[in-house]
């Protein structure tokens, strides 16, 4: 069905790339009602093995639960090995981080969304908007129980829709947060053996102690802020 809707996953049906994989753009899936904007079709580049699909199958769940106005919700999964899909409405304002730079690639990607012409640049009160809508999301994540953290908060995972609303996106990396040995009990950070965002956003606690926590959370989603007011890049910021 997947296969099908992307035209066998043709490069011009491409809209997006990123750590994961690529993603494509379908117009409609018989196993799912329409939506206006069509969906976002999330592929990975590789099989994912035994170990991945297992992984996999635990973010869908905890996605899957998840339902916030400003989080990019889940609309469907294929947990295939050979090709592991993830659905969701396609948002064809497209990313912030496309918004902010315009730069050659971006724009292309934006005209694969429907874009004539370049949009014209954000807006100080637009941006803030967009910030605010990601932000609501991740503390909302933050507050779930488990405790759910993203792990890979950026410019590049807020995505906008034609009415310029944002919506926190690319929640594959989240894991649910383990309980710490103090007395409380209470949740609050996840060891990892893997270093997960991109250069720029990740905090320092991750690179020196392996542990994501809300704070990790907290620093990428500033970086993103004086990424957006600034125009300037991520990397020595």
Same mark, same amino acid.
């Given at each position: 069905? $997947?296969?099908? /809707?992307?035209?066998?996953?043709?490069?011009?049906?491409?809209? @997006?790339?990123?750590?994961?994989? &690529?993603? +494509? *753009?379908?117009?409609?899936?018989?196993?799912?009602?329409?939506?206006?904007?069509?969906?976002?079709?999330?592929?990975?580049?590789?099989?994912?093995?035994?170990?991945?699909?297992?992984?996999?199958?635990?973010?869908?769940?905890?996605?899957?639960?998840?339902?916030?106005?400003?989080?990019?919700?889940?609309?469907?999964?294929? $947990?295939?090995? /050979?090709?592991?899909?993830?659905?969701?409405?396609?948002?064809? @304002?497209?990313?912030?981080?496309? &918004?902010? +730079? *315009?730069?050659?690639?971006?724009?292309?990607?934006?005209?694969?969304?429907?874009?004539?012409?370049?949009?014209?640049?954000?807006?100080?009160?637009?941006?803030?908007?967009?910030?605010?809508?990601?932000?609501?999301?991740?503390?909302?994540?933050?507050?779930?129980?488990?405790?759910?953290?993203?792990?890979?908060?950026?410019?590049?995972?807020?995505?906008?829709?034609?009415?310029?609303?944002?919506?926190?996106?690319?929640?594959?990396?989240?894991?649910?947060?383990?309980?710490?040995?103090?007395?409380?009990?209470?949740?609050?950070?996840?060891?990892?053996?893997?270093?997960?965002?991109?250069?720029?956003?990740?905090?320092?606690?991750?690179?020196?102690?392996?542990?994501?926590?809300?704070?990790?959370?907290?620093?990428?989603?500033?970086?993103?802020?004086?990424?957006?007011?600034?125009?300037?890049?991520?990397?020595?910021?």
């Amino acid at each position: 069905e $997947l296969i099908t /809707a992307t035209d066998g996953f043709a490069e011009a049906r491409k809209v @997006g790339e990123g750590g994961f994989g &690529r993603v +494509y *753009r379908a117009d409609a899936l018989p196993s799912l009602p329409r939506v206006a904007c069509g969906f976002a079709v999330k592929t990975a580049l590789v099989g994912v093995g035994a170990q991945g699909l297992a992984e996999l199958q635990s973010e869908v769940r905890t996605l899957s639960a998840a339902c916030h106005p400003s989080l990019l919700p889940l609309l469907g999964a294929c $947990l295939a090995p /050979a090709r592991a899909c993830l659905v969701y409405p396609l948002c064809r @304002g497209g990313s912030l981080e496309d &918004r902010l +730079y *315009r730069t050659p690639a971006a724009l292309q990607r934006l005209r694969m969304l429907g874009f004539e012409t370049p949009p014209p640049p954000l807006s100080s009160a637009a941006r803030l908007r967009v910030l605010r809508d990601a932000a609501s999301a991740l503390h909302y994540l933050h507050t779930l129980s488990p405790m759910t953290l993203h792990c890979d908060v950026s410019a590049g995972n807020i995505l906008l829709d034609e009415r310029g609303n944002g919506y926190l996106a690319d929640v594959g990396l989240a894991r649910a947060a383990e309980a710490t040995a103090g007395s409380s009990g209470q949740v609050s950070h996840l060891s990892t053996q893997r270093i997960f965002g991109k250069p720029g956003y990740i905090d320092q606690i991750i690179l020196n102690d392996n542990q994501a926590s809300q704070l990790t959370d907290g620093f990428a989603l500033g970086i993103t802020l004086l990424v957006s007011l600034t125009g300037r890049g991520a990397v020595g910021l």
